[in-house]
């Protein structure tokens, strides 16, 4: 069963650069069967996705972010990380990574998540 | 980009009661269209994929239909585990977009 974990620091400053790592472990994130997501939800509120990386390299960002977000794959590590610049108040949420089924289109394995706060 | 408007926002029901949550796309999404169940403090968890086919695992009481740009989300009889936020979700071959969610609760 494919897990995942999200790693990096739960406080960023504003204007500063939030990144964020997302570790796969019981599966290869080579396999291709795959793209692999981030997605955000603020505290309250529903879910927003960021974007997703397939094991390419090739990329899909939500349009609302895309000039501020960079994800990128590391097979060597099976990792994936997620980048947003500039990064304000409104940008405090969970963020979590998850698996997206090519087929089905559905995020099946997710990881907890992790709370980042943007706060000076 | 597509937009997912689901409704209601939330609603209370009894024990035993059927519920339904629709979701509408600003385009024809065939039936690209995913339905999670999110409880406080967890991740979400898909339980009907492609509009109508149940998740492994869950429940029969959940049930999905719909295609094209209306899709209707069921639970037959509602049982108190099944307190949580519910989302729609669509996919095409670029992007995936989330419902606003709904919020079930016990009367």
């Given at each position: 069963?494919v ?18 790592t ?7 994130i080579s ?5 692999w ?6 505290a309250g509120?529903?879910?927003q996705w960021?974007?997703r990386i397939?094991t390419?390299?090739?990329t899909n960002?939500n349009p ?6 960079t994800?990128?794959v ?6 994936f ?12 949420a ?10 089905e289109?559905t ?14 | 980009d597509?937009q997912m408007?689901q409704?209601?926002?939330s ?7 059927r519920v ?13 269209l ?5 409880k406080?403090g967890?991740?979400?968890k898909?339980?009907i ?7 492994t695992g ?9 295609s094209?740009?209306?899709?209707t989300?069921t ?9 949580a936020?519910y989302?729609?979700?669509q996919y095409?071959?670029?992007?995936l977009?989330?419902?606003?969610g709904t ?5």
């Amino acid at each position: 069963q494919v897990q995942l974990q999200e790693s990096g620091p739960g406080l960023v400053k504003p204007s500063q650069t939030l990144s964020l790592t997302c570790t796969v472990s019981g599966g290869s994130i080579s396999s291709g069967i795959y793209f692999w997501s981030w997605i955000r939800q603020p505290a309250g509120k529903g879910l927003q996705w960021i974007g997703r990386i397939y094991t390419s390299g090739s990329t899909n960002y939500n349009p609302s972010l895309k000039s501020r977000v960079t994800i990128s794959v590391d097979t060597s590590k099976n990792q994936f990380s997620l980048k947003l610049t500039s990064v304000t108040a409104a940008d405090t949420a969970v963020y979590y990574c998850a698996s997206q089924s090519l087929g089905e289109g559905t995020l099946d394995y997710w990881g907890q998540g992790t709370l980042i706060t943007v706060s000076s | 980009d597509i937009q997912m408007t689901q409704s209601p926002s939330s609603l209370s029901a009894s024990v035993g009661d059927r519920v339904t949550i629709t979701c509408q796309a600003s385009q024809d999404i065939h039936n690209y269209l995913n339905w999670y169940q999110q409880k406080p403090g967890k991740a979400p968890k898909v339980l009907i994929y492609d509009a109508s086919n149940l998740e492994t695992g869950v429940p029969s009481r959940f049930s999905g239909s719909g295609s094209g740009t209306d899709f209707t989300f069921t639970i037959s009889s509602l049982q108190p585990e099944d307190i949580a936020i519910y989302y729609c979700q669509q996919y095409d071959n670029l992007s995936l977009t989330f419902g606003g969610g709904t919020k079930v609760e016990i009367k």
